[in-house]
């Protein structure tokens, strides 16, 4: 085991430079600590002027996510002794906007998101005295996995595709549009479909694949665009062959 | 201030790094992702030949024969076995990849992606073994 391990991190100080540029560290290996661990230990110790965005360290906030040698990855899930003997590079995800260092700029993330409607619709409200919408274990089983999603946008920083169409509404909201519409007691697929089957939605994705691979939570959200191509895809094709039957 | 509500002032100088155009080189699976779309092609070009062997059949076992010479060119038995070995990818990577979009419920559970591929490659035998049957009878 070695005793350090070089960290080579992308540094972009608007003020200073016009480009990012690169700045290593040679920082203690210790085998417990994760790319996130080296990254507080450069802060609190070696230069307080890293820019980097974190918050709850075990793999839920989604703050994390940077490009750890080249993949996407939550950094505060990504051990150090998993890239021996070094260097690790360290980098902003892609095709965001880069304000500083390793924090990139989220608004069209969260724009995209939020035109899926990420929330139970329904076109009309039982009363309360009736109670709760029930769901048996096979109907929440239906979008558990999509659900699973923590924002972390590290399938954008894999998708390819977004990076060429920025347009592109993106696997996370997709997978979490359809997390929507697989839950029974939501009504809203309709006005979701309008958003997804426009050019900017499902027919974007080519099915490159990589968002799967990245995504730490194992939300799929390739499947989830391929499954809504393909229910897409029938709803047209009935509504060709049966026009009054889909209405 | 300005009236155009988009301006901000003092904004962030971002920085935004461009797509380089051999992104694609760039790590294993994005090259087999533009290799299955380069797939495609061939596909196409099998189908063509295909309707062009139709064309001849219509015309008389003369062109027929014809047709079946030129097929016998080095040039085209060189692109066809580049063909062939891109369709066989096309037809490999997309069933392996079926279980993505179909989720099939059986019982109330999911049924495993073995299963799914597998079936796919069990029908892609079938449907092969009834043509070659009926190709191969007389």
Not at chain 1, 77 to 97: C, K, N, Q
């Amino acid at each position: 085991m070695p005793s350090t391990v070089a960290l080579t991190v992308t540094r972009y100080r608007p003020e200073m430079e016009a480009e990012p540029t690169w700045e290593t560290y040679e920082i203690p290996f210790r085998k417990d600590w994760v790319v996130l661990d080296a990254l507080n230990h450069v802060k609190d110790n070696v230069d307080g002027t890293l820019s980097y965005r974190w918050s709850c360290r075990m793999g839920v906030c989604g703050s994390c996510g940077m490009k750890v040698n080249g993949t996407p990855k939550l950094t505060c899930a990504t051990f150090l002794s998993d890239y021996l003997p070094g260097p690790i590079r360290v980098e902003p995800l892609d095709y965001f906007p880069v304000v500083r260092d390793l924090v990139v700029d989220i608004t069209d993330f969260v724009r995209k998101l939020k035109q899926v409607k990420p929330w139970i619709i329904r076109t009309e409200e039982k009363p309360l005295g009736e109670g709760e919408y029930l769901q048996t274990p096979d109907q929440l089983d239906a979008y558990k996995q999509f659900s699973m999603c923590i924002n972390c946008m590290l399938c954008y920083s894999a998708c390819p595709i977004y990076g060429l169409e920025p347009g592109f509404i993106g696997p996370a909201a997709i997978a979490l549009a359809q997390r929507y519409n697989m839950d029974s007691r939501d009504q809203g697929a309709a006005e979701r479909l309008n958003i997804l089957s426009e050019h900017d939605g499902i027919w974007q994705c080519t099915f490159v694949g990589e968002c799967t691979k990245v995504c730490p939570k194992h939300v799929d959200p390739a499947g989830a665009i391929q499954q809504y191509k393909l229910s897409g895809a029938t709803h047209w094709v009935k509504s060709l062959l049966l026009p009054w039957g889909t209405r | 201030m300005s009236a155009d509500p988009h301006y901000t002032l003092y904004h962030p100088r971002w920085y935004r790094r461009r797509v380089s155009v051999w992104w694609w080189l760039q790590n294993r699976s994005y090259t087999r992702f533009v290799l299955r779309e380069l797939t495609s092609v061939f596909v196409a070009f099998f189908a063509v030949v295909y309707l062009w062997q139709l064309r001849a059949l219509t015309q008389g076992p003369e062109a027929y024969g014809q047709f079946l010479a030129r097929l016998k060119a080095p040039l085209f038995e060189g692109v066809h076995a580049v063909a062939f070995v891109f369709v066989l990818f096309h037809a490999i990577t997309w069933f392996n990849l079926t279980p993505k979009a179909m989720v099939v419920r059986m019982r109330g559970k999911r049924v495993p992606d073995w299963a799914i591929v597998g079936s796919n490659y069990a029908a892609w035998l079938l449907v092969s073994g009834a043509v070659a049957f009926i190709l191969l009878r007389g």
